[in-house]
C-alpha cells in the first residue's frame, strides 16, 4: 500500500475519530462534567483510533507495544496544534476564532508521520523463551478488537478454535 493511500485513510480515521468523540462528548455531558466527559470521550474515541489506524490504515497487527506508544500521536497533534495557535494568533495576528483549525490542518501531515512511525515500527525480538512471530502461538503479545491479550493453547491457534 502507497503511503499516500495510508494518508488517505489516516484522514478518514481522523474524521471518524472526531465524530466518535464528539458524540461521546455529548453522551457523557448528560452524565458527567464537560471536563470529565471530555478526557473519558478522548480516551474512548483514542482507543478506536489506534484499533482503526492498526487494521484499516496500516493493515498491521495491533499490540501492546503499539497501544501503549500510540498516545505519542495525541501529544504531538496537542503540541503542534498549541504551538501553531500561539503563532498564528501571537505573531501573525490571525483571528482567535479560526487559528485552530488552520494549525489542526497543519498538524495532520506530522501527526501521520509518527502515527506511522508508530505503527509499522517492528516489534521486537522475541525474548528468551518467549514465542517468536514464526513458532505456532504467534497470538501472543497480540490484542484482540477488545483490548485484551490473544489467547493461544500450546497447541497453536486451530487448537484454540482461531
Same mark, same amino acid.
Given at each position: 500500500m502507497t503511503v499516500r493511500i495510508q494518508m488517505v485513510r489516516f484522514a478518514l480515521v481522523g474524521a471518524a475519530n472526531t465524530g466518535?468523540?464528539?458524540?461521546?462528548?455529548?453522551?457523557?455531558?448528560?452524565r458527567l462534567p464537560y471536563v470529565?466527559?471530555?478526557v473519558v470521550a478522548s480516551v474512548l474515541s483514542m482507543i478506536g483510533s489506534f484499533f482503526l489506524n492498526s487494521w484499516f490504515t496500516y493493515r498491521t497487527r495491533p499490540t501492546w507495544r503499539k497501544f501503549l506508544l500510540f498516545p505519542l500521536t495525541n501529544a504531538a497533534n496537542f503540541v503542534i496544534t498549541t504551538v501553531g495557535v500561539y503563532?498564528?494568533?501571537?505573531v501573525l495576528h490571525f483571528g482567535s476564532r479560526y487559528a485552530p483549525l488552520i494549525a489542526a490542518a497543519g498538524a495532520i501531515p506530522i501527526t501521520?508521520?509518527?502515527?506511522?512511525a508508530i505503527m509499522l515500527r517492528p516489534d521486537? +525480538? @522475541?525474548?528468551k523463551?518467549?514465542?517468536?512471530?514464526?513458532s505456532p502461538r504467534e497470538g501472543a503479545g497480540h490484542m484482540t478488537a477488545a483490548g485484551a491479550p490473544a489467547v493461544?493453547?500450546?497447541? +497453536? @491457534?486451530?487448537a484454540s478454535g482461531r
Open positions: 466518535t468523540y464528539y458524540a461521546f462528548y455529548l453522551l457523557l455531558l448528560t470529565a466527559a471530555h503563532v498564528l494568533v501571537d501521520f508521520v509518527v502515527s506511522r521486537p +525480538g @522475541p525474548r523463551g518467549a514465542p517468536s512471530a514464526e493461544t493453547s500450546p497447541a +497453536g @491457534p486451530a
